[in-house]
T-cell receptor, first 113, second 111 residues
Framework: EAQVTQNPRYLITVTGKKLTVTCSQNMNHEYMSWYRQDPGLGLRQIYYSMNVEVTDKGDVPEGYKVSRKEKRNFPLILESPSPNQTSLYFC????????????FGPGTRLTVT | SQQGEEDPQALSIQEGENATMNCSYKTSINNLQWYRQNSGRGLVHLILIRSNEREKHSGRLRVTLDTSKKSSSLLITASRAADTASYFCATGDTGRRALTFGSGTRLQVQP
């Protein structure tokens, strides 16, 4: 089944404790992206990747890092999480380019206390 | 930055009625897409309309695009309780290499 998976689905952590949210897709997509969703703000892009070893900032990249060492994986790293990073995070991938139909993961609900 | 803005923010209708949601955007686009999100879950792609198209259908969905007014509408005909979800428009702009999502319309279909 074609899908985007994320882990963990739920995470509660404390300020400053480094964490990684994994994202993997099995559709051989070149383009992958991370979004955060906050009430009243819709989805905002954090980082995206056009292909392996090619990443770039989205609209709200501060406090986040990403890497794209393999085509299928695109982890999101929070080196020192803060409470304002409490949010619902989505990974997405797309086959043809950054403006095409995107396939979304199920989401990771992160709470930073 | 948000480009697509949906209207209304919330809509409640009875099963069997039609639901219409509107989206306005600000800059030139290559395409406009609509996504559905069930509560707390990932977004699901519904339909994509290119900038040179004016109308597109998919099952009970009808999307129109007016590039002169920078607006789009999504019509769901003969709504069902299972259509209850949030609906987002997203604009594709190759200059930004990303989709820009609006804040969504929450649709409630009463059985």
């Amino acid at each position: 089944e074609a899908q985007v998976t994320q882990n963990p689905r739920y995470l509660i952590t404390v300020t400053g404790k480094k964490l990684t949210v994994t994202c993997s897709q099995n559709m051989n997509h070149e383009y992958m992206s991370w979004y955060r969703q906050d009430p009243g703000l819709g989805l905002r892009q954090i980082y995206y990747s056009m292909n392996v070893e090619v990443t770039d900032k989205g609209d709200v990249p501060e406090g986040y890092k990403v890497s794209r060492k393999e085509k299928r994986n695109f982890p999101l790293i929070l080196e020192s999480p803060s409470p304002n990073q409490t949010s619902l995070y989505f990974c997405a991938s797309s086959s043809w380019d950054s403006t095409g139909e995107q396939y979304f993961g199920p989401g990771t609900r992160l709470t930073v206390t | 930055s948000q480009q697509g803005e949906e209207d209304p923010q919330a809509l409640s209708i009875q099963e069997g009625e039609n639901a219409t949601m509107n989206c306005s955007y600000k800059t030139s686009i290559n395409n406009l897409q609509w996504y559905r999100q069930n509560s707390g879950r990932g977004l699901v792609h519904l339909i994509l309309i290119r900038s040179n198209e004016r109308e597109k259908h998919s099952g009970r969905l009808r999307v129109t695009l007016d590039t002169s007014k920078k607006s789009s509408s999504l019509l769901i005909t003969a709504s069902r309780a299972a259509d209850t979800a949030s609906y987002f428009c997203a604009t594709g702009d190759t200059g930004r290499r990303a989709l820009t999502f609006g804040s969504g319309t929450r649709l409630q279909v009463q059985p």
